[in-house]
């Protein structure tokens, strides 16, 4: 690790159970309280908040060295001084996956890579979240589903270097627009008047964000931070929920029929992946998750890993 990591106060709804330790990998400096603690509050999880930042601990000539180069495809981030860097996405995801393969086994109860637009696995002995993966999975759903999707990216640059070879076979726009910039957002929907369902393709979007497309455009929209959270809630779940909050009665029904195990097995088939990287993440056989995943298939009452997934976004998007 670059640094000791960061702990935020614990969140202890009355009457839960244990405190789950969860890392937060983010891409810039920690810590990012308006981010984490934003995610935290919406969640009825007892959880004990880490984070590490991959810019921790940096010079700000080290910094500058990773800024984005001619021919490398960025991604935009914060520093603790509340500024904005844009680095080099390929070379901060290389240093992203070297903090998170440092994780010892069972260090953490979850590992959650914060940032969307970082198109790889990373190796971890440690139940993983991966916001892009997540997100991207989210956007494939509702894209198989014939819904015209339109993504608004945090850099205008990012419209040109869109590249998820998962999404080319559907119907996908892009505008850009900075978080809490309201211009630039009612902006981004006039370049996607054609778009059916909004993401806000960046863990920086907030749900005032979501609220104010959501209100401007009539349409449905995606919050990567509903995401991420709704992920969160499924793989710790341990003991059974009485209700959810924001999540409607009949998905709760259903979630109520899930074993802890299960639910785990539903939030990673959400995020897209296969029986074997499930069995990686949770130390399990793949025959044993194939079985994990039939039967979550039949008490969520759907008949493909495109119609879970569809029903997890909505649940996270009332």
Same mark, same amino acid.
């Given at each position: ?27 810039? &400096? ?19 908040? #880490? ?6 601990? #940096? ?6 060295? #990773? ?5 490398? &495809? ?5 520093? *603790? ?35 969307? !637009? ?13 916001? &892009?993966?997540?997100?991207? *999975? ?11 999707? !339109? ?12 590249? @998820? ?6 119907? @996908? ?65 341990? *003991? &059974?929920?009485?209700?959810?909050? !924001? ?50 298939? *039949? ?16 649940? !996270?998007?009332?």
């Amino acid at each position: 690790m670059t640094k000791s990591p960061h702990a935020l106060a614990p969140t202890s709804p009355e009457g839960a159970e244990p405190h789950h330790r969860v890392m937060f990998l983010s891409v810039g &400096q920690t810590p990012r309280a308006d981010l984490i603690g934003d995610m935290l509050t919406n969640l009825d999880v007892p959880i004990e908040a #880490l984070e590490i930042g991959a810019l921790d601990g #940096l010079s700000k000539a080290e910094i500058d060295d #990773l800024k984005v180069r001619p021919g490398e &495809q960025s991604i935009v981030t914060r520093l *603790s001084d509340n500024t904005d860097v844009v680095v080099s996405k390929p070379r901060i995801a290389e240093r992203m996956a070297k903090i998170a393969a440092a994780f010892h086994p069972n260090e953490f109860d979850l590992v959650v890579i914060l940032s969307t !637009g970082l198109f790889r696995d990373f190796e971890s002995t440690c139940p993983t979240v991966n916001a &892009q993966r997540a997100l991207e *999975s989210a956007v494939i759903s509702l894209a198989a589903h014939g819904s015209s999707v !339109g993504l608004i990216q945090p850099l205008q640059q990012q419209i040109e270097e869109l590249d @998820i070879p998962a999404l080319a076979p559907y119907k @996908i726009s892009a505008s850009y627009a900075t978080d809490g910039d309201r211009k630039l957002l009612a902006s981004a929907l006039v370049d996607l008047a054609d778009a059916e369902i909004i993401v806000l393709n960046s863990v920086s979007f907030t749900e005032t964000d979501r609220q104010m497309v959501a209100k401007a455009s009539g349409k449905p929209v995606v919050l990567a931070r509903r995401i991420v959270a709704s992920a969160i809630r499924l793989l710790l779940h341990r *003991s &059974q929920p009485v209700t959810l909050p !924001g999540v409607s009665p009949e998905f709760t029904e259903k979630l109520l029929r899930l074993t802890p195990r299960e639910r785990q097995v539903l939030s990673l088939v959400a995020e897209g992946l296969s029986n074997k990287a499930i069995a990686r993440q949770l130390g399990i056989s793949p025959k044993t998750v194939e079985i994990h995943r039939s039967n979550v298939m *039949s008490k969520m009452e759907v008949t493909s890993s495109n119609a879970l997934i569809r029903m997890v976004v909505a649940a !996270g998007h009332p």
